[in-house]
């Protein structure tokens, strides 16, 4: 016969009572089980109890043993499971901004879309909204690819130029601050004659920055950068923006990238620049079509907080893209 190993439990109406602790189980088997688990020397072994981790010390040789752990990693594992501090997190916003951000609109264009685009001012001027960044093309130049001159209704520098200063949209109190891209340049190019400074010339409230790329400073930061890039359309909309944010030096980074020339609208952060892509207000052309390029008419209204800290950081970015084209 096998000698016992646990005392022999009370017996009471077909349960078994244990004498230790006064459980009752239905089966002999069971009550063996609970008493070698928690009264023998074996089960209160198995049970102690860590006073630094409150694991069990079985668990703690398991993890040494079959993964070779040290006792200083022991600690880093066991304590995670611990209950995280949460901080108070102080956030003082320093400044608010709200302003508009288009590119592309391509006056003296069969396709240009001055309907929308006035549109897009009459409700930059209800939201109070001062000022407007325009990354480039503000007319659709000449002689950009073979057979542009089908798609424009109006020729010569000083025609387009007087096209956009009678034209262009001009709301009291909004001020647009633009950069010529590679449509405005092609006078400069040709003949030495920038559209930019004649345009700024004979309008106060459009406000020439430079060619292809220039730097708002606001409040003492690099705020905004306008930029119009070149080439053609890329295997994904945000790839020409991702190489362009990774050449910028880590001290010259701007808070915000409005981006230009591709006829589209995109958003995505990067280096921690806000890169927005400010979609345009020219139709579909011929040309656009054989490039493969879809226009998204319309621009946007970007609301930015910065935190009163050293580096003046945006804590809220919101832009919103208006869509005027269905």
């Known amino acids: 016969m096998t000698k016992r190993k646990y005392p022999k439990p009370k017996e009471k109406d077909g349960r078994f009572i244990c004498k230790v602790c006064g459980k009752d189980y ?11 688990n928690k009264h023998s020397e074996e089960g209160q072994e198995l049970n102690k109890t860590d006073e630094y981790t409150g694991t069990k010390t079985k668990a703690r040789d398991i993890l040494k043993q079959n993964y070779g752990l040290s006792e200083k990693q022991l ?45 897009y001012y009459d409700i930059c001027k209800q939201e109070g909204i001062t000022d407007v960044y325009h990354a480039g093309d503000i007319i659709a130049g000449q002689g950009i690819f073979r057979g542009q001159e089908y798609e424009i209704h109006t ?51 459009l406000n020439y920055l430079g060619q292809f790329q220039a730097d708002v400073m606001w409040n003492g930061i690099r705020l905004i950068r306008l930029l119009h890039p070149d ?28 981006m230009g020339h591709l006829h589209t609208e995109y958003k995505f952060n990067y280096r921690n620049i806000d ?37 003046r950081s945006i804590f809220d970015f919101n832009p919103r893209f208006i869509k005027l084209q269905f």
């Open 155 to 205: 020729f010569g520098a000083d025609n387009q130029v007087e096209y956009v200063v009678n034209n262009y949209p001009k709301r009291d109190g909004i001020t647009t601050h633009f950069i010529l891209g590679n449509h405005d340049y092609i006078y400069y190019k040709k003949m030495g004659i920038d559209v930019g400074k004649m345009i700024d010339s004979r309008r106060k409230d």
């Open 26 to 36: 239905a089966s002999s088997s069971s009550y063996s089980r609970h008493f070698k």
């Open 231 to 258: 080439g053609g359309m890329p295997y994904a909309l945000s790839y020409r923006a991702q190489k362009i944010v990774e050449q910028i030096p880590s001290g010259e980074k701007p808070r915000i990238l409005l």
């Open 275 to 311: 890169v927005v892509g400010c979609g345009c207000f020219e139709g579909q052309s011929a040309y656009l079509l054989r490039k493969g390029i879809n226009p998204v008419i319309g621009g946007y209204i970007i609301e930015i907080k910065l935190l009163d800290d050293e580096k």
């Open 75 to 119: 600690e880093r594992i066991l304590i995670a499971k611990k209950q995280a501090e949460v901080d108070d997190l102080k956030l003082e916003i320093s400044d608010s901004y709200k302003f508009g951000a288009i590119a592309d609109t391509h006056l003296c264009s069969n396709h240009e879309k001055i309907t929308e685009l006035n549109k």
